[in-house]
């Protein structure tokens, strides 16, 4: 089994910062890529950014400039930094890894239960 923990949303008034993490754990042999998307009520999900095991990123229109993904050195941890916090970006944010497990010789996506981020004042 995999599992995706995420931590560190909030609440946060605009213009304000968060910092979420997630942490992948279990019978993983490789991790291509991590990533986040986010999923606000009555809205399709929708990605966020992600991040491969090269460390080349990619973003939403919507937060370039403001988010900023990166992976820890283990290669199983990712990292959301949000500055520049807006209303709209009120959601629930869920990791994702797309993962070997032992025993198998293709990749999937795992996913996270998500963590509630608010921006409000």
């Known amino acids: 089994q995999v599992q995706l923990v995420e931590s560190g949303g909030g609440l946060v008034q605009p213009g304000g910062s968060l910092n979420l993490s997630c942490v992948a754990s279990?019978?993983?042999?490789?991790?291509?890529?991590m990533g986040w998307y986010r999923q606000a009520p009555s809205k399709q999900r929708e990605l966020v950014g992600r991040?491969?095991?090269?460390?080349?990123?990619n973003y939403a229109e919507s937060v370039k400039g403001r988010f900023t993904i990166s992976r820890g050195n283990a290669g199983n941890t990712v990292y959301l930094q949000m500055n520049s916090l807006k209303p709209e970006d009120t959601s629930v944010y869920y990791c994702?890894?797309?993962?070997?497990?032992?025993?198998?010789?293709?990749?999937?996506?795992?996913w996270g239960q998500g963590t509630q981020v608010t921006v409000s004042s």
């Open positions: 991040v491969t095991n090269t460390d080349s990123a």
């Open positions: 279990g019978s993983i042999v490789s991790i291509n890529r």
């Open positions: 994702y890894a797309f993962v070997q497990r032992a025993g198998y010789s293709w990749f999937r996506d795992y």
